[in-house]
């Protein structure tokens, strides 16, 4: 499955389907966006343009350029990091990393952290051990100062601080999602609890199938597009409104299942609850509280409603900052930040036997906790994921935080997972291995 | 003339027209954006609601709302501020200010300052006193971490930014644009020279009378749009395409002739020269030079192209570490870091015969020298002005930087110049008088 899975807002979610592209896509190397030249020159050449409008620009391997530039195509709202001075980083290189070998699944062939990085086709990666950045590099159209999709990473962002008013005590996991938007009250989404929805066990009639054109999702990303509905549109404008409309199948809490709206329904009841928008309440909790380098963005509806289950991009380095709080259980710099509790919850994971019910058959194991992914093995790592191969991935015994972004052709981390999981396994190796000397 | 002057992606121009308003607008009170609810809300109420698409968000009182979330009705790219420390400001503050009094033209009433930040609806002010900040307030929408539209003000940036190329022997201002330019050789832009573009005395036939619905203006607004053209649509896409078709009408270089297509004719011309957009060309000479607070954004139209002559937004601080920077002649902190013959050029002025024959008749004996406004009085003080009553207003003699962001209802400095120049002398006087205490 390639190409275009974004139309006209809507970024997707983290599906694991199989690798399975209808051609050879072009390589990292051959893809790589300034060499193709998208958008550059005063205009860019006729063929080298990229609209929204159309979603060609998030066809690969125009997605390669347009990852790394989401506010040139949509408006967006800010996610302050407020005025400090940032917080500078320790750095304690370890060019070891790039040579470290793995088995990628299903292969007999070892690949190279170094190769991986290529074959993944990442434009990003930071890795931190003990809070000191051990390797940093990248690749692509992002730059240092630059911000990259999280795509469904976001999902992971929105978890989090509903775990956090729910530490608080300011919301109730165990209320209907009704109680907190009565709005919500027809839906599929009224009598889920709370709790059901953060861990996405509700029942849906709704499909994130992109190959399927009467799949909800297209339905969702026109009424979550920034740009004005095409004549005779009847459906619902925004993100919200889309939600009261989405019809239950089967029961809630029986099955993991693996559906944006659950985010975006979260992020309206956290917006009710809070009196802040996802984006306000990144912004005042995290963003600006962490010395970030640079402020983050959320890609909006046309009504401003931030798009809280894919549409936050952000610096490479900041997303380290961030899983590095996560890391220390909401600690930073001595401080504590956002509750423990709220971090420990995830820590935990959710239940492994509804999300074996996914038919996510090679994450066997993991569960899915307050949208973020519970790989239950033994070094107790977890993970935010996103469907080009974006991560932040925490492996608490290794005492490592990685952050990848990337651009991969497969919209899909099955693609991306054989050749990256374990590559983040053998860092954590490494790195243990050299804490033990 | 009152309302609606922003269509689907145009920000207009600085026009000094009558301040004659249709009716009496609400007060800077009564208009407060958060005292209205613009967009307050999950999601905010149907009578709430701007949109970008129909030009409702810019309409007074909605636009006291807009100027500081552009970026959230339209796509944008990022001004990048870098990533290092901001260069924190020294305080001073000085409580007279607020109460100096000063004669508004045309009145026998006289004014306190502070009474003229609400008469002139004010969103964010501060003045520098020998670099030191000795007045800040904020209103309105607009925060110490947001950023307001500077409008018009981005003509300047555009204009500077040319001077420094000019400068630096990179720019021919005796050349023809179509030297720079070949696809404007047909042109009315084509047989000007670069220095009559940078001084706007192109004889041009455009008009950027907002209440004539002929007026060139709308033509320009639809063509830099980033929005999907609607069914239908001929004309031309993006900014660049438009300037192909502006036609010539009298002479160039007889008369100073205000129009908003000059500054978007020299941003493409110092695109091609220095091979990088306007907001690159910012970011990598100023704004990552000045340890600004924020990073800046410029509105896109649908091909990327930043809106030269009036889409930038910043943070009003960072626009006095500007204007600090060009009173001090390219000098910051030491070092030189845009050549002192750029800022020179414009403190000489223009040709203030081709001014008067523009009809400003309270501007008397101002000049236009690489898009800023030179009044030409004792004090040798000159400014960037946008048409809401945006302004960064240097006076060299009083080594004071004011800026000023404002959302006027009046889409004309005549309406707010009579208020606010006047107000800005008498703060000069003051600074003068504390000078030689």
């Known amino acids: 499955m390639t190409g275009h899975i974004y139309s006209a807002g809507l970024l997707c979610a983290a599906l694991v389907l199989p690798a399975v592209a209808a051609e050879t896509p072009l390589s990292a190397e051959d893809s790589d966006p300034g060499k193709l030249g998208w958008m550059q020159g005063f205009p860019p050449p006729a063929d080298k343009r990229l609209r929204a409008a159309d ?3 998030f066809e690969f391997p125009a997605l390669r350029y347009s990852v790394a530039h989401m506010r040139e195509f949509s408006p967006t709202v800010n996610v302050s990091r407020g005025l400090e001075a940032p917080v500078v980083l320790n750095y304690r290189p370890d060019p070891v990393i ?3 070998r793995f088995m990628p699944w299903g292969s007999d062939q070892p690949m190279t952290f170094a190769e991986a990085f290529d074959h993944n086709y990442t434009d990003g990666l930071i890795i931190l051990h003990r809070g000191d950045v051990v390797y940093e590099r990248y690749a692509g159209a992002l730059k240092e100062d630059g911000q990259h999709a999280a795509m469904s990473v976001t999902k992971s962002f929105t978890g989090l601080l509903a775990a956090i008013l729910v530490a608080e005590g300011k919301l109730d996991e165990n209320k209907r999602v009704a109680d907190y938007v009565p709005e919500l009250t027809e839906s599929a989404f009224g009598d889920a609890t709370v709790r059901q929805l953060m861990d996405m066990t509700t029942g849906l009639q709704y499909s994130e199938n992109y ?3 009467n799949a909800e999702v297209w339905q969702y990303s026109a009424a979550g597009s920034p740009w ?3 004549d005779g549109y009847t459906g619902p404008v925004g993100y919200f409104e889309y939600l009261t409309g989405v019809q239950k199948q089967g029961e809630h809490g029986d099955a993991f299942g693996y559906k944006t709206v659950n985010s975006d329904a979260l992020g309206w009841v956290i917006a009710r609850v809070a009196g802040q928008s996802v984006a306000e309440q990144l ?5 600006q509280r962490l010395g970030m380098e640079q402020s983050a963005y959320y890609q909006v509806d046309e009504l401003g409603t931030p798009f809280a289950g894919g549409g936050l991009s952000a610096g490479l380095r900041d997303m380290a900052r961030f899983g590095e709080l996560v890391r220390n259980k909401g600690r930073w710099q001595g401080e504590q930040i956002i509750p423990s509790a709220a971090i420990e919850d995830i820590e935990r994971g959710g239940s492994q036997a509804a999300f074996a019910k996914a038919g996510f058959d090679k994450l066997k194991d993991w569960s899915y906790r307050n949208m973020w992914w519970i790989t239950h093995n033994d070094n107790g790592a977890f993970a935010a994921r996103g469907v080009h191969g974006q991560t932040i991935y925490i492996d608490p015994a290794a ?4 952050v990848r972004f990337a651009s991969h052709p497969v919209a899909a981390n099955g693609a991306n997972d054989p050749y990256s999981l374990p590559a ?3 860092v954590a190796d490494h790195l243990m291995s050299v804490k033990t000397q």
């Open 55 to 57: 979603g060609s620009f």
């Open 98 to 100: 790039d040579t470290l």
């Open 211 to 213: 190959a399927d054109p």
């Open 228 to 230: 004005p509905k095409p």
């Open 283 to 287: 912004s005042q909790r995290i963003w």
């Open 399 to 402: 005492e490592m935080v990685l």
């Open 424 to 426: 983040y396994q053998a």
